[in-house]
Structure formats: structure tokens, C-alpha cells
């Protein structure tokens, strides 16, 4: 074979070993990475974590490892397969059609994005599974998982995601009152219409002590000028006609006053409850009048 054949044949059989060298490089372990693969599985076996102990022993089960260690890990390997726990998840929705398209996560991690009816291999020990589909409210369970357990079967129920409450075009985008929660509280208007009703009973009770002092001033003023003509304190009874009159005023508005109030307040407690047969807050309108022969109320709204 001449000089220019052998170097042809030399470029191209360098060529082929280049292009075939990374692959094959990929394909085999070294000695080193064998033996690191066996004892990080150890490692992983030892601290519960099957998952990861299965991937490196699985690395290391291979016929480019040494014999010995080949052996060995082929060995652990079938061992934490008959070790790793399995768990099914029977899913169904609240008419118990059963329900595939379900996401689930352990641990916060991805596990599964579809049940299927096979087992989910997961470490032992205590683990949070989330249960998520479109349109279900999600599902939180925690199970603990024991070590060669296989036939584990939990069924989980998904039921439809709460709907926000509607809004009616005709209260301007307000929640609608019939989708209120129950136990939501007395609302604003009954709320209102306490408030009412306690200033309206303060309003009655200073009316009352007002009241009594208009009366206890008219009993002094009598006593200290009992007629025109037989007056033994003209100008203390004058200070006593004076303050009744004033006791007398507040008296008259404090009944008026709380009397509306506390009406109102009723009214408005009592119709709370059905905003279509409700009193408009908005449309109450009272108009106490006071003058110098007692007092007088208006009171307008919309029913």
C-alpha cells in the first residue's frame, strides 16, 4: 500500500474516533463513578430517600461497572424495589363519577399530572398530597407511607370550586344580599338601625330627666311666688320660670328626638334582613320642631 492510501486511511479512521469517542464516553462509567454511584445510594438508603437511592443504583447496574460492583447494586436495586412504597389514588367527584385529569403533588413537588389507577411511588414516612383539577376546589390529605407497603388505596373527593357571588345590574354592581354567606353578620343596615335605636332610648331617657326637672322648677316657682299679688321672691321665681322653660324645651326634644330615632331604628332593624321590602337608610327624613308650647316630628321614607 503506497504512502498517500495509508495517510488517507489514517485521516479518516481519526475522524470516525473522534465523531464515535463522546458518545461512547457517555455510554460507560468509570471504576470512580461506579463505586461513588453504590455508595451515594447507600447514602440515600440510609437517610429513607428510595427514590433517589433507586437512580443511583440503577447508574451503577450496568455492565461497564466492575462485576463486583454491578452485583452489588443489581442487588440494593432489587431490594428497594420491593422496599418503595406504593399508593393509588382512587379520585371521584361529588356524584362519584371517577375523575383522571387530576394534578397531584407530594410534598409541594409535581408528582403525578394524571391518576390512572397505578401506583405512585413515594419515600416512606409522612407526606402532603395536593389534589388539583379545573373547576374543583383542591384537596389537601397527609398519609403516611410505610416501607414495602403496595397495596395502599386512599379514595379522595373533589368537589366543585366555589362560585363568586353574583352581582345585580340593577344595585349598580353590589353583591347580591340572597348570595350572602350564611352567618355573614347583621349587615349594614340592621347595624344601622341598632345605632338608631340606642340614641333613639337616650334621646327618651335625657327627655325623662329633663322631664322631672321641668316639674321640680314649676314646684319651686310655686313655692317662692305662689300668685301675683302674694309673691315673697319675685326674682328667684323668675330664675325658676326661666330654667323650667329651658328643662322644659329639652325635655320636648329629647322624646321627640328619640322617639323618631328609636322608631326608625326598629324599622330599620326589622326590615334588615329583606333589602327588597327594606327601608332606605338613604330616604329617612326626620324633622323635629320645637317651640315654645311643645314640639312636633316629620318623618318620611321609602318602603
Do not use: Y
Not at 242 to 255: E, K, L, P, Q, W
Request: net charge neutral.
Amino acid at each position: 500500500m503506497n504512502r498517500p492510501v495509508r495517510r488517507l486511511l489514517a485521516v479518516v479512521l481519526a475522524a470516525v474516533t473522534w465523531a464515535i469517542w463522546p458518545t461512547a464516553a457517555q455510554a460507560d462509567m468509570t471504576k470512580a463513578q461506579c463505586i461513588d454511584a453504590n455508595t451515594n445510594g447507600q447514602d440515600f438508603r440510609r437517610d429513607w430517600k428510595l427514590s433517589a437511592a433507586r437512580q443511583q443504583f440503577r447508574m451503577c447496574a450496568t455492565a461497564s461497572c466492575p462485576a463486583i460492583v454491578s452485583d452489588d447494586c443489581t442487588k440494593r436495586l432489587d431490594e428497594l424495589e420491593r422496599a418503595q412504597p406504593g399508593i393509588v389514588f382512587d379520585v371521584k367527584d361529588a356524584s362519584g363519577r371517577d375523575l383522571s385529569a387530576v394534578k397531584v403533588t407530594v410534598d409541594g413537588a409535581p408528582l403525578a399530572d394524571k391518576v390512572d389507577g397505578t401506583a405512585l411511588q413515594v419515600d416512606p414516612g409522612e407526606h402532603v398530597f395536593v389534589f388539583t383539577m379545573p373547576g374543583q376546589a383542591p384537596v389537601t390529605q397527609t398519609f403516611v407511607l410505610k416501607e414495602g407497603d403496595k397495596e395502599r388505596r386512599e379514595r379522595i373527593v373533589l368537589r366543585p370550586a366555589l362560585v363568586p357571588a353574583a352581582t345585580s345590574p340593577s344595585s349598580g354592581g353590589a353583591p347580591s344580599s340572597s348570595l350572602r354567606e350564611p352567618g355573614e353578620g347583621l349587615g349594614a343596615q340592621r347595624m344601622l338601625g341598632l345605632v338608631a335605636g340606642g340614641v333613639g332610648v337616650a334621646g327618651l331617657a335625657a327627655g325623662t330627666v329633663f322631664g322631672l326637672l321641668t316639674i321640680s322648677e314649676g314646684n319651686k316657682q310655686q313655692m317662692d311666688c305662689a300668685s301675683a299679688v302674694s309673691c315673697a321672691n319675685p326674682s328667684r321665681a323668675a330664675s325658676d320660670h326661666s330654667t323650667g322653660a329651658t328643662d322644659r324645651t329639652i325635655s320636648t326634644v329629647g322624646f321627640v328626638a328619640g322617639g323618631v330615632l328609636l322608631a326608625g331604628g326598629v324599622v330599620l332593624f326589622l326590615t334588615g334582613g329583606h333589602p327588597s321590602e327594606g327601608l332606605s337608610a338613604a330616604g329617612l327624613v326626620v324633622q323635629p320642631s320645637v317651640g315654645p308650647d311643645g314640639g312636633e316630628m316629620l318623618l318620611k321614607g321609602e318602603f
